[in-house]
């Protein structure tokens, strides 16, 4: 079935840098994107989200882009500092329920 | 406020079992799903409750049941425990259900280890 993946599993950084983590997408029905931090013995914790009538959406420190055209969703992470450190999920819900499909996860390491 | 509360934390079982993992949701959060995430992959859906009804299930045997309890709690249930049953088991409420950009919550999980 379609699935949510991911490009790369590890991803190493300096401190103070800038991290983009990428995450393709198969299913065009999509309209609903999330990206989760998951800490080593923790839950996913909700980063950002954005809905696919969007192309870009900002938090603190962090940017979510949307490109419909080629399916594809990234996470930048401003200034990385070492609690960044985490898995870092995309997800996407396909429907009126709240079922999301998940990628397999990109690991972000900070290096001091 | 408290966030999402799962018990236990830790559990081990022997093959052949049953289990009953407990979630407790976000005050006012009416939804719960529950997910599995086995080490090293993402998070897999096996169900959502919303005021008490079932309303989606993943692709998971009927060894696998849940119910959601008159105060939005939930609880899933394992029979019949395989060692490929060993993953940690997410629980995520959420405040609605059906618009299809429901936010997510989810709790720290109990990590089952079936032996």
């Known amino acids: 079935g379609e699935s949510v993946g991911l490009h790369l599993p590890t991803l190493s950084v300096q401190e103070g840098d800038n991290s983009i983590i990428n995450c393709a997408y198969s299913?065009?029905?999509?309209?609903?994107f999330i990206w989760y931090k998951q800490e080593s013995g923790k839950g996913p914790q909700f980063i950002i989200d954005?809905?696919?009538?969007?192309d870009k959406r900002q938090g603190q420190r962090v940017t979510v882009l949307l490109n419909k055209t080629v399916k594809h969703l990234s996470l930048q992470i401003a200034a990385t500092q070492p609690g960044d450190s985490a898995v870092y999920f995309c997800?996407?819900?396909?429907?009126?329920?709240?079922?999301?499909?998940f990628g397999t996860g990109t690991r972000l390491q900070v290096m001091l | 406020d408290a966030g999402v509360t799962q018990s236990p934390t830790h559990l081990i079982k022997t093959r052949g079992q049953h289990v009953t993992l407990r979630c407790s949701p976000i005050?006012?959060?009416?939804?719960v799903s529950w997910y599995q995430q086995v080490l090293g992959q993402g998070p897999q859906f096996i169900f959502q409750?919303?005021?008490?009804?079932e309303r989606g299930r993943g692709n998971f045997p009927d060894r696998f049941s849940a119910r959601q309890f008159p105060n939005y709690s939930s609880e899933l249930n394992v029979n019949a425990l395989l060692l490929g049953d060993s993953a940690l088991y997410l629980c995520?409420?959420?405040?609605?259900w059906g618009s299809g950009n429901e936010k997510l919550f989810f709790g720290s999980g109990t990590q089952l280890s079936v032996l």
């Open positions: 995520a409420s959420s405040l609605e």
């Open positions: 005050s006012g959060h009416k939804s």
């Open positions: 409750y919303y005021e008490k009804e």
């Open positions: 299913n065009s029905a999509s309209d609903y």
């Open positions: 954005i809905r696919s009538n969007m």
């Open positions: 997800a996407e819900n396909t429907g009126t329920a709240s079922k999301l499909t």
